[in-house]
């Protein structure tokens, strides 16, 4: 993980204003202005105010803005209104209310366009493809990019080229393509360097120097990031300053140099302390403690994360917090304390659950912004369809009156017009069939969308429980101080733990790799209980398992079950046996133990009765029901006892149906 790495700024064309005590004069005196009877200083005046409230009282910002665009309408003068319409779009952007952000940039647009103002119409293509890079819809937001840098093009407007450039390239690192990005912000570099824009030259090299760094052409990323540097010592930016040390000792950490990349991040300590910035601070106390684990120093380590885990609590930042815990369990284990070790990991775990939440709510909610803006474009498109057929009614009369005129003189121009109107009419009844069709797969794209969250939040909750059995483990071994085997068992769970992490994002694996992560958690339950059972795995011929998909981590609660209470209250030969195979359009497992038998685990669970039951088996089979396109199949698994010729029990069989993902 690239801890150092910090994503591009997006560039905005009317960024807001930072609101300083010594500006309140400067407001009093726009407000004196907003009086003033010659219309273009009132309006100017509203718009100004607009932009130094926004920040501040986005509320008050919007009221300014509203009259600016009231005000210059009813004056004439329309690039004074689409400027005040882009800034209400603007502040709501800052408010994250894109859908009415966006609905003003259009409005925006509109009048630039009917005033043959280009530019204007760039602008505002630009705000839109920032707008929808915050909902997350990166394809729409580079076809806006693209369309602004065309019209900038034409217009020869280079300062316009270099913002599209560098929102582009922003775009394509987001859409995870390096060498795409890479190439916009090299062009805009030559821009910035042709108009000797010192500012926009440094954020040009910094986002080159990111996209080396993500390569792995750690001289190169140094090289723009040295050069990125100088421009912010001849500035005095000493704002800017921490955030570049970061960068620049993390590179160097990369590539093992880790005297300079310590130097580095002193730096930035140092001048974060000094000018009060905290989460740089906090940044370069994290990546000090890094550097001292990766020198073997844990100890010291240990002291720097106690300082960073005190601030990142006080900044109420969850994802800081886990790092730290992280890390600070790996010091510990390193130490030897595999107790405080076990302590952090859990409290890591706390916080990896409730970052996944809060990233499941920003997911909702990004996704229900998305479809309002879907809505508000539906709407418009229809408010457009109403105002063309009407356009068209119009028209259409219009040219029956002149055919009921001309078929006095001539009945076959009167027969034409009809012709006409009824084409008219159909290619009318053509349009809105074809928008009602587009509306329809919309509505499908969003339900497609919401199932596959569902899916996502059912693994989520099967995880945690996982988890928290392994970690109760090795608890189990800190007790017994078999430290031994609780250092094998932890060694063995972070491999899990990792495997399992690095395919969160998504719901489904080849059936190779969760094979895989089977055999990982077996082992770790073979030697939780002293090597108690033996298991095979086996694929079916006919089976590919590089291609076939199932649900991540999907067996394990069957085959915990198996294990824990088929297999282990047997005294001896215990024994496993899991077959994948193809059956009907399903994939199949079946899961074989030799144990005591469904009716002997009753009993033995009713004497437990204290015990606090597994949500495994339960979630399993939800994520099942979510998989099952077919309602006329809805037992997808199914349990079978198995006896000895004499009657007595000789195990369980669980067979389960996998649908295609």
């Known amino acids: 993980m690239n801890h150092g790495r910090h994503i591009p700024l997006l560039f905005l064309f009317l960024p807001a204003v930072i609101w300083l005590p010594a500006q309140d004069a400067v407001a009093d005196s726009l407000m004196q202005l907003t009086q003033s009877r010659v219309d273009s200083q009132r309006i100017d005046a509203l718009i100004a105010l607009g932009r130094r409230l926004r920040a501040k009282d986005a509320a008050q910002a919007l009221k300014w803005e509203n009259q600016a665009a009231e005000q210059a309408a009813a004056a004439g003068y329309p690039l004074r209104e689409a400027k005040a319409l882009n800034d209400i779009g603007v502040t709501y952007g800052m408010q994250e209310d894109y859908a009415t952000a966006m609905t003003y940039f259009r409005r925006s647009q509109r009048v630039h366009q009917a005033n043959n103002n280009p530019v204007g119409v760039a602008d505002g293509y630009n705000n839109l493809g920032i707008a929808y890079k915050h909902l997350g819809d990166y394809p729409q937001s580079l076809d806006a990019h693209l369309k602004a840098l065309a019209i900038y093009d ?7 080229r270099g913002a599209s450039l560098i929102n582009i390239g922003i775009t394509y690192d987001l859409m995870k393509d390096p060498a795409q990005a890479l190439s916009y912000f090299e062009k805009a570099l030559a821009i910035k360097e042709q108009l000797q824009d010192e500012p926009g030259r440094a954020m040009a090299l910094h986002n080159i120097a990111l996209m080396y760094e993500a390569q792995g052409k750690y001289q190169q990323a140094l090289q723009y990031l040295f050069e990125h540097l100088n421009i912010l010592e001849r500035a005095n930016d000493r704002l800017s300053m921490p955030n570049t040390f ?5 590179v160097y950490l990369a590539m093992g140099a880790y005297d300079e990349a310590g ?10 302390q000094t000018l009060g910035m905290k989460r740089s601070w906090a940044h370069a106390l994290y990546n000090l403690a890094r550097l001292d684990v990766k020198r073997q120093q844990p100890r010291a380590a240990v002291a720097k994360l106690e300082e960073h885990l005190g601030m990142v609590k006080e900044m109420g930042a969850p994802f800081l917090q886990r790092q730290s815990h992280d890390l600070m369990a790996e010091a ?5 304390d595999y107790a405080g070790a076990y302590r952090h990991l859990k409290e890591a775990a706390v916080f990896r659950d409730s970052l996944f939440d809060t990233e499941k709510n920003e997911s909702f909610r990004k996704w229900q912004a998305r479809f309002e803006v879907y809505e508000k ?16 009614r119009a028209r259409a009369d219009r040219q029956l009156r002149w055919a009921l005129v001309a ?3 001539l009945a076959g121009f009167g027969a034409l017009a009809f012709y006409q109107k009824y084409r008219l009419r159909q290619q009318t009844n053509e349009v809105l069939l074809s928008k009602n069709q587009l509306i329809e797969s919309q509505k499908a794209e969003i339900e497609q969308a919401n199932a596959a969250l569902e899916k996502r939040m059912l693994r989520a909750q099967l995880n945690p429980h996982f988890i928290f059995n392994a970690l109760g483990a090795i608890q189990h071994f800190i007790t017994a101080n078999d430290r031994p085997a609780a250092l094998k068992y932890l060694a063995k769970f972070s491999s899990l733990l990792r495997q399992v992490l690095e395919d969160s994002a998504t719901t489904i694996v080849v059936l190779e790799e969760e094979i895989k992560l089977l055999k990982t958690y077996l082992d770790l339950e073979a030697l939780r209980f002293d ?13 590919d398992s590089h291609t076939v998909e199932v649900p991540l981590f999907f067996i394990q609660p069957f085959v915990e079950n198996a294990i824990l209470h088929g297999l282990m209250p047997k005294p001896s030969d215990r024994q496993l046996h899991i077959v994948f195979f193809a059956s009907e359009g399903f994939t199949c497992c ?3 133990d030799n144990g005591i038998g469904r009716a002997a685990a009753a009993g033995l669970k009713a004497q437990k009765a204290g015990l606090r039951p597994s949500r495994g088996i339960e979630l399993a089979q939800r994520r099942l029901a979510t998989l099952n396109k077919n309602p006329d199949e809805p037992t997808l698994v199914s349990i079978n006892d198995r006896y000895h010729p004499d009657g007595s029990a000789a195990g369980t069989e669980v067979i389960i149906q996998i649908p295609a993902a």
């Open 154 to 160: 034409q217009a020869g407007d280079l300062s316009g």
């Open 246 to 250: 970061n960068s620049i000792g993390t």
């Open 263 to 272: 130097r580095y991040f002193e730096q930035c300590r140092e001048l974060a």
């Open 332 to 336: 510990l284990a390193a130490l030897g």
């Open 377 to 392: 474009d539906r709407q418009l498109d229809r408010q457009e369809q109403e105002l063309q057929l009407l356009a068209d």
């Open 407 to 409: 078929a006095f003189a």
């Open 531 to 543: 090597q108690g059972f033996s298991y095979h795995i086996e694929v079916a011929p006919g089976l």
């Open 590 to 592: 079946r899961i074989t």
